[in-house]
């Protein structure tokens, strides 16, 4: 099966849990949610909380390489997630770009999210999907061996963040054969 991506950017649901494209009409819930940390995006590519929300949000709405979704649950928004690195010659793709209220973490949430974003992706014909996570991130990358998917290594000085940090940046593969809801 050859991925198609244009069914990617669909609403995804599951019981009280909402997956939707992002849109302009979400940008001042989520900039409320991703004011509650602010401390947390020391250790993201991008600065999603005061004083950068704006702009970084504008960015993401504009950029046609990254599949957003607002996150909701019963009906109020809590985060975001995205397809980010959608590589169709070879059926892969990265989800990132996740972000979750403080409130809701450890709740199950991300797994239900990330749930629903693997096997969507899988129906849509991609065979692997990478998660990449700053190496200082331990909770992503706990979280993200808990999908079973693998850490296939370490991709030294991959980037410079926001803040001026050079990234060290672990990479996670998971194939379908991988995937055990």
Excluded at 120 to 126: T, V
């Amino acid at each position: 099966m050859v991925a198609d991506s244009t069914q990617l950017l669909t609403p995804l649901r599951e019981g009280n849990l909402l997956l939707t494209p992002l849109e302009e009409v979400h940008r001042d819930d989520l900039r409320m949610v991703c004011a509650k940390d602010p401390d947390i995006w020391r250790i993201y590519a991008s600065n999603f909380g005061p004083p950068d929300f704006h702009r970084n949000v504008t960015a993401l709405l504009a950029n046609p390489d990254r599949l957003a979704f607002a996150v909701l649950l019963d009906d109020e928004l809590v985060g975001m997630s995205a397809y980010l690195r959608i590589d169709l010659p070879g059926d892969t793709l990265e989800i990132g770009n996740t972000y979750i209220a403080p409130s809701t973490r450890g709740s199950g949430l991300n797994r239900r999210m990330k749930t629903l974003m693997i096997e969507h992706a899988f129906s849509c014909g991609f065979r692997r999907i990478e998660f990449r996570v700053d190496a200082r991130n331990e909770r992503s990358q706990a979280a993200v061996l808990k999908l079973g998917a693998h850490r296939e290594g370490l991709l030294r000085a991959e980037r410079i963040i926001w803040t001026g940090h050079v990234r060290d940046t672990v990479l996670f593969g998971l194939l379908e054969s991988d995937w055990t809801p």
